[in-house]
């Protein structure tokens, strides 16, 4: 390492990732600490603009101990999962040289090195909008960069599953297939990236937030049990999902609405199936989660044919793909309509791209209350809105994969300190 007298240096890494929601979903492991799942997976990339975590990694010989802040708060990192993906990371780092700040890593001095970890995520945490996948995707991409790590991006998906097994897809953009493995070490667990996301750029997501709190069954729990006692799931990993997984990566590479939504929206209705099924049953939806679903079938069937698909993680909100802009624009209508916000400026209630707010005619409160009831309902009379049950909406569109920040003022630590700013 550096010469004694050069022990102040603080050598730091700066990077934000996105997260994904799975359209065909990854409910089950075979192994609970290598994090290997019981069936294949495909998710779309969510615009690291709107939803993303961003993460600060900082090593230092002055540094005591590995320290990690999340969203400003001090946690541990004696985790089996933080230590896996440190181990991993640690094991595949190699030298580094910085001749003009004198600082000189030697492969086997990361070993002995501290780190200072400080991860923010713009988006609730554990509310079932992929938190984990995000923080795990981007604490893995950050540190790889930061210990020089020279492995693919698959053999990095790899280190990320073990944090968390969604994380795997977060390492790239667009439409990602997360691959069983047959390897009992879990090296062929990885994911791949199935099309960019300037594939099928015409979908728009818009996510309903319908409660941020922290879910009452984590999903490493709710997998347990649901391996455990579903019967459902022993069917749906066996005979059902291949076959999706087939028809969902040909409806991807045809950008394949009708089929994309049927797929989408019936995997996530078994998904909570199976947690129905499960001893005892686990709720992650709730009932205005229940509405949303209803209001987008009834639309659906009007339509003849599928204007969104709804989808639902371990959680109760809602992530909404829309086939186009102009159908965005006339969800976020809907939207606004069945689940108006409790007063106060509109736009504090939609974020990420509001531009799809203007362009559906919606500037202020009063354009909400003026809407008038769809298509879909006109023939249910009388019909209930439900005001302030859905906190806000985000709307935003599949994303790129994880990049470095270069600018200084996006760090999260200190460069001086190596403490949160």
């Known amino acids: 390492m550096a010469d004694e007298e050069s022990k102040d240096w603080i050598l730091m890494v700066t990077a934000k990732s996105p997260t994904n929601i799975a359209v065909i979903k990854y409910w089950g492991k075979r192994d609970e600490s290598l994090i290997l799942p019981i069936n294949d997976s495909i998710s779309v990339t969510l615009d690291p603009d709107h939803l993303c975590t961003t993460t600060t990694v900082a090593v230092s010989p002055s540094f005591r101990s590995d320290r990690m802040w999340l969203n400003g708060k001090e946690i541990s990192l004696a985790g089996g999962r933080y230590q896996n993906c440190l181990r991993e990371i640690r094991s595949r780092a190699s030298c580094f040289e910085d001749e003009k700040k004198g600082i000189s890593i030697r492969k086997e001095d990361w070993e002995n090195l501290h780190l200072h970890i400080a991860s923010y995520n713009n988006f609730p945490t554990a509310a079932g909008l992929a938190s984990s996948a995000a923080g795990f995707a981007c604490l893995v991409f950050a540190l790889g960069n930061l210990m020089c790590v020279k492995e693919d991006l698959g053999a990095i998906s790899a280190i990320a599953r073990q944090g968390s097994g969604s994380a795997c897809r977060s390492l790239y953009g667009g439409f990602v297939k997360w691959n069983t493995g047959y390897d009992v070490s879990g090296r062929d667990s990885i994911a791949m990236q199935l099309a960019s996301e300037s594939h099928w750029d015409d979908l728009v997501i818009i996510i309903a937030v319908v409660s ?143 531009s799809i707010l203007h362009d559906a005619g919606l500037q202020e409160m009063k354009d909400v209350e003026a809407l008038m009831p769809p298509p879909e309902l006109k023939c249910q009379i009388p019909f209930k809105r439900h005001a302030g049950d859905v906190s806000y909406f985000i709307c935003t569109k599949p994303g790129r994969g994880p990049m470095i920040l270069n600018d200084k003022n996006q760090a999260l630590l200190n460069p001086n300190t190596g403490i949160p700013q």
């Open 212 to 354: 941020s709190r922290q879910k009452e069954t984590s999903s490493t729990a709710g997998m347990r049990e649901s391996v455990e006692t579903s019967t459902l799931l022993q069917y749906r990993f066996k005979e059902v999902v291949p076959k999706r997984i087939l028809q969902m990566e040909e409806a991807i590479r045809n950008k394949d609405f009708t089929t994309f939504a049927r797929l989408t929206c019936a995997d996530s209705n078994q998904f909570h199936a199976v947690c129905l099924d499960t001893c005892p049953p686990i709720f992650y939806m709730n009932d205005t989660s229940h509405r949303i679903i209803n209001y987008m079938e009834k639309w659906n069937q009007l339509e003849g044919t599928p204007q969104v698909a709804y989808t639902f993680d371990a959680g109760p909100n809602a992530v909404l793909i829309a086939r186009n802009r102009k159908t965005a624009e006339a969800l976020l209508q809907r939207l606004l309509f069945y689940f108006p916000p409790p007063g106060a400026e509109l736009t504090s209630y939609v974020l990420g791209d509001v």
